[in-house]
Nanobody
Framework: QVQLVESGGGLVQPGGSLRLSCVNSRSRFSLYTAAWYRQAPGKQRELVATIGSSGGTNYADSVKGRFTISRDNAKNTVYLQMNSLEPEDTAVYYC???????????WGQGTRVTVSS
């Protein structure tokens, strides 16, 4: 069974940084566009960033200039470096492989990020 395992979340003060990791057991994960999503309390899951198989990236307007998505295909791992964190970034963060707007894999447990002083 393909698994997504997210890690790296935690409690951080506004202005702080975190680096999230997502490990995928799918051997061909590197061939797919990977994405980070987040779901804040009481809100729908939203797309945060994507990275294509060749490394091209896209970001939600709310995180542009603050977040950086990257991948290490040899490790089947996708990262999300989050800088200048704001309370509005508080959410559970998830990763997935995507095709267009369609998430391809079973969702993992996510990793919780709390930005608070």
């Amino acid at each position: 069974q393909v698994q997504l395992v997210e890690s790296g979340g935690g409690l951080v003060q506004p202005g702080g940084s975190l680096r999230l990791s997502c490990v995928n057991s799918r051997s061909r994960f590197s061939l797919y566009t990977a994405a980070w999503y987040r779901q804040a309390p009481g809100k729908q899951r939203e797309l945060v960033a994507t990275i294509g198989s060749s490394g091209g990236t896209n970001y939600a307007d709310s995180v542009k200039g603050r977040f950086t998505i990257s991948r290490d295909n040899a490790k089947n791992t996708v990262y999300l470096q989050m800088n200048s964190l704001e309370p509005e970034d508080t959410a559970v963060y998830y990763c997935n492989a995507v095709q267009g707007t369609l998430a391809l894999l079973t969702w993992g447990q996510g990793t919780r990020v709390t930005v608070s002083s």
